[in-house]
């Protein structure tokens, strides 16, 4: 089955700096990338997700990039906030059950002020 | 808010003992996805219904069942419950199992705690 890796498991940046988190997976058939932002208490939140026919997609500050050939995609945002403190996580689906996804392991990011 | 609902937000029970975990999902929306988020697994996918009909299953374990009702909410059961099922279980739902803007929306979870 499909198996997805993330890192850093850890991530703090100064505010206004930017952040990445990067994932791979394993098998071609994957389609559907999405990306999760998951606050203390609260369940995954979509933030942006990308399919496999793009390459990039922005969303304000935030940002995803996806190589199909090397079977990797990251999620990058800009000009951090404290806000944006949270647990990150990525994930991968095949056909079109796009609920049916393979989380990675999760990234902490700690925004400090 | 994302719109799905789930009950109970937190359980407390003993081992052996038996619990239902109800899951609303967003108005409109046919498929409900069941997840487990342990801090050793992480977020592992269960089950996936739509619109009655189970579709996939992941790692879900035989004392565990779901089913989706008429009315669209979905119930997880756990049974024989161990110290080990102790977890965040969490409902997403999306409109359609086809291609499209499928997108998957979860609720709060519940947190159960096996004693």
């Known amino acids: 089955g499909e198996n997805v890796e993330q890192h850093p498991s850890t991530l703090s940046v100064q505010e206004g700096d930017s952040a990445v988190i990067k994932c791979t997976y394993s098998?071609?058939?994957?389609?559907?990338f999405p990306w999760y932002k998951q606050e203390l208490g609260k369940g995954p939140q979509l933030i942006i997700d990308i399919r496999s026919n793009v390459g990039e997609k922005k969303d304000q500050r935030i940002a995803v990039t996806l190589n199909k050939t090397a079977k990797h995609f990251s999620l990058h945002i800009t000009e951090t906030q404290p806000e944006d403190s949270a647990v990150y996580f990525c994930?991968?689906?095949?056909?079109?059950?796009?609920?049916?996804?393979?989380f990675g392991q999760g990234t902490i990011l700690t925004v400090h002020p | 808010d994302s719109g799905v609902t789930q009950t109970p937000k937190h359980l407390i029970t003993a081992t052996g003992q038996r619990v239902t975990l109800r899951c609303s999902p967003r108005s409109g929306d046919l498929s409900v996805y069941w997840y487990q988020q342990s801090l050793d697994q992480g977020l592992q996918f269960l089950i996936h219904y739509y619109n009655g009909e189970e579709r996939a299953k992941g790692n879900i374990l035989e004392r565990f069942s779901a089913q989706q009702f008429p009315d669209l909410h979905s119930e997880l059961n756990l049974s024989s419950l161990e110290l080990g099922d102790s977890a965040l279980y969490f409902c997403?739902?999306?409109?359609?199992?086809?291609?499209?803007?499928?997108?998957?929306?979860f609720g709060q979870g519940t947190r159960l705690t096996v004693v």
């Open positions: 997403a739902s999306s409109p359609t199992s086809g291609a499209g803007n499928g997108e998957a929306f």
């Open positions: 994930a991968a689906s095949q056909g079109t059950s796009y609920g049916k996804l393979t």
């Open positions: 098998d071609s058939a994957s389609n559907y």
